[in-house]
């Protein structure tokens, strides 16, 4: 299903990492490094020191390249207080639509590189509600965001629980 508001990876990528409680974005009026680089492959070494001065423990590089048919992100991950090189080097493909979505899936990466467990920005939650009428399944991100019906039955509907590898829902249902 499409994001709404075809929002970039960066949003989900900052709002998927600021969620974690763990890691704060130091904002970009406080970099002294470009805010941007010609490329990942031709960027200069991190400058540990200038980002160490503005208080960042971490530094995330990353480059996107966008076809109408898919995005393609390519991050790293630097931590400047030790000046060590990269913890983390990937390159992730989606749909332009999943934008937001591989943003937030990029950010519980980052996470797990940092402490060993990952994050979980990019998880869904099952409750029930009768805002529709009847007692109705709705899924929605961990933050609450992108709410929608997982069922429209009219009947009494209950107890959601995701199935083993998360692809579907178990619930009962009475009608």
Same mark, same amino acid.
């Given at each position: 299903?499409?994001?709404?508001?075809?929002?970039?990876?960066?949003?989900?990528?900052?709002?998927?990492?600021?969620?974690?409680?763990?890691?704060?974005?130091?904002?970009?009026?406080a970099f002294?490094?470009?805010?941007?680089?010609?490329?990942?492959?031709?960027?200069?070494?991190?400058k540990?020191?200038?980002?160490?001065?503005?208080?960042?423990?971490?530094?995330?590089?990353?480059?996107?390249?966008?076809?109408?048919?898919?995005?393609?992100?390519?991050?790293?991950?630097?931590?400047?207080?030790?000046?060590?090189?990269?913890?983390?080097?990937? @390159? /992730?493909? &989606?749909?332009?639509?999943?934008?937001?979505?591989?943003?937030? +899936?990029?950010?519980?990466?980052?996470? $797990?590189?940092l402490?060993?467990?990952?994050?979980?920005?990019?998880?869904?939650?099952?409750?029930?509600?009768?805002?529709?009428?009847?007692?109705?399944?709705?899924?929605?991100?961990?933050?609450?965001?992108? @709410? /929608?019906? &997982?069922?429209?039955?009219?009947?009494?509907?209950?107890?959601? +629980?995701?199935?083993?590898?998360?692809? $579907?829902?178990?619930?009962?249902?009475?009608?």
């Open positions: 299903e499409g994001e709404r508001g075809g929002q970039p990876p960066l949003a989900g990528l900052g709002g998927g990492l600021e969620f974690s409680m763990l890691y704060d974005l130091t904002p970009e009026a002294i490094d470009p805010v941007t680089s010609p490329s990942l492959t031709s960027a200069p070494p991190v540990c020191q200038n980002w160490k001065q503005i208080g960042a423990d971490y530094l995330v590089q990353g480059m996107l390249e966008v076809t109408p048919e898919a995005m393609r992100v390519t991050y790293r991950v630097h931590d400047v207080v030790k000046c060590t090189a990269k913890i983390v080097s990937k @390159q /992730r493909t &989606a749909r332009p639509e999943n934008a937001r979505r591989l943003g937030k +899936s990029i950010a519980d990466e980052i996470v $797990g590189a402490t060993g467990v990952p994050g979980v920005a990019d998880t869904e939650m099952a409750y029930v509600s009768s805002r529709i009428g009847s007692k109705e399944v709705f899924v929605m991100d961990a933050n609450g965001d992108n @709410q /929608r019906a &997982a069922t429209q039955w009219g009947t009494i509907t209950t107890f959601p +629980s995701w199935d083993p590898d998360a692809s $579907g829902l178990v619930l009962t249902t009475y009608g």
